[in-house]
């Protein structure tokens, strides 16, 4: 069973940055399209930004110009690089496969921006 583990979050303050990493637990990790989720408190879970097996990103557009995915598929890891943090960023950050596959779903990371 495949395993995916967020880390990198915490407290900021608005204007900071943060570079959460998630680790998936083998190679099948660069055979998948992954993306960053994230959900904020009493809110659905959003895609925020996914990059494709060959590397092409889609950021979404409350976040585009200030967050940026990539991957390294020799050390399985799926990074999101958030700049120009805002409060209104403030969620627990989740990675997945796109489109996310429930048993995959793992801890999540929390960002807190403060103002």
């Known amino acids: 069973q495949g395993q995916l583990v967020e880390s990198g979050g915490g407290l900021v303050q608005a204007g900071g940055s943060l570079r959460l990493s998630c680790a998936a637990s083998?190679?099948?990790?660069?055979?998948?399209?992954m993306g960053w989720y994230r959900q904020a408190a009493g809110k659905q879970r959003v895609l925020v930004a996914s990059?494709?097996?060959?590397?092409?990103?889609n950021i979404a557009d409350s976040v585009k110009g200030r967050f940026t995915i990539s991957r390294d598929n020799a050390n399985n890891t799926l990074y999101l690089h958030m700049n120009s943090l805002d409060p209104e960023d403030t969620a627990a950050y989740y990675c997945?496969?796109?489109?996310?596959?429930?048993?995959?779903w793992g801890q999540g990371t929390q960002v807190t921006v403060s103002s």
């Open positions: 997945n496969f796109v489109p996310a596959q429930r048993g995959l």
């Open positions: 083998g190679r099948w990790f660069s055979a998948y399209n």
């Open positions: 990059i494709t097996t060959r590397g092409d990103t």
